[in-house]
């Protein structure tokens, strides 16, 4: 049997996995196709299917990250990328799944790639909103849902929506709850930017939410190392910490153990300089 023809096998044993909704051993099949396979153009068609059963998987396993790269493998398809009506619709995709997606370093190097795609310059609504989660910029929720959630839900002339906040499923209003959840968590971050203490109250209004809300989201990032803080419950204040780089702290000290070593010479030279003057005295 030809590569190819496994290929094909094994992309069916997948669509039938995830009909049956076995969605381990789907993961567990998907991992025999390596993704180098697709690079030929004589795979093209194989590539898509296989990448929208992938999508499919991870989007059961709510998995935004990958559902990302996915749509990114789609994108970077000749077949797609030279067809405008496909191009826009993965390129909104990759960008509303990568907003959605927890923040960490792979996150945050992967959302200013995306920003650098000149193609985003086709989807300028699109564009503008990313642009909410690349400054280091509160974010108004109200004022985000009056600008986009229009266009994010149902489209406009010439731009239609992607289905990703369809509010007929329910997928579609969890990842838009899940939305508000990232705004929550890029206010936090930037909070922990610019402020070295704020009192719990005025962070509550400044993310729209209630005190018990704001201290659970703040938890949270904490518990996961995104962000540095502590809480006086008493007080009600927040005391955010900034995480040191490590070459700064092995420079510091370093540099603290040169001036300890300054002064043992000095004191060292001080002594022997009492004792000779000591003998000669004596």
């Known amino acids: 049997m030809e590569k190819k023809e496994k290929v094909e096998f094994i992309i069916e044993q997948i669509r039938l996995c995830l009909a049956k909704k076995d969605y381990i051993r789907t993961q567990i099949i998907s991992k025999k196709i390596s993704p180098k396979f697709f690079d030929g153009e004589s795979t093209e068609i194989l590539k898509l299917k296989f990448y929208r059963l992938m999508i499919e998987l991870d989007e059961h396993e709510g998995s935004y990250l990958s559902i990302c790269k996915h749509y990114r493998a789609v994108y970077d398809t000749k077949g797609v990328h030279d067809d405008p ?18 923040y960490d370093n792979e996150q945050s190097d992967l959302l200013h790639r995306i920003k650098e795609d000149k193609k985003l310059e086709e989807i300028p609504k699109y564009k503008e909103f990313l642009t909410y989660f690349t400054t280091s910029e509160l974010i108004n929720w109200g004022e985000m849902c009056k600008n986009y959630e229009g266009e ?13 906040f369809n509010t007929n499923t329910d997928d579609g209003k969890k990842r838009w709850q899940d939305l508000k959840v990232r705004v929550v968590d890029h206010n936090i971050r930037v909070m922990a930017k610019y ?3 704020i009192h719990m109250k005025r962070m509550a209004e400044l993310l729209d939410l209630t005190i018990d809300e704001t201290e659970d989201f703040l938890s949270n990032l904490v518990v996961k190392k995104t962000v540095q803080a502590k809480i006086d419950r008493l007080d009600g ?39 000779m003057v000591h003998k000669l005295t004596n």
Request: charged share 20%.
């Open 195 to 197: 402020y070295t203490r």
């Open 85 to 102: 009506d496909k191009r826009h619709e993965a390129l909104k995709c990759i960008l509303l799944y990568i907003i959605l997606s927890p």
């Open 237 to 275: 204040i927040v005391t955010f910490s900034q995480s040191k780089d490590p070459n700064d702290m092995l420079n510091g000290w370093s540099h603290s153990i040169n001036q300890l070593m300054t002064l043992v010479n000095k004191t060292t030279h001080l002594i022997t300089k009492e004792e």
């Open 152 to 164: 994010l839900k149902l489209g406009s002339p010439g731009s239609p929506a992607t289905g990703v």
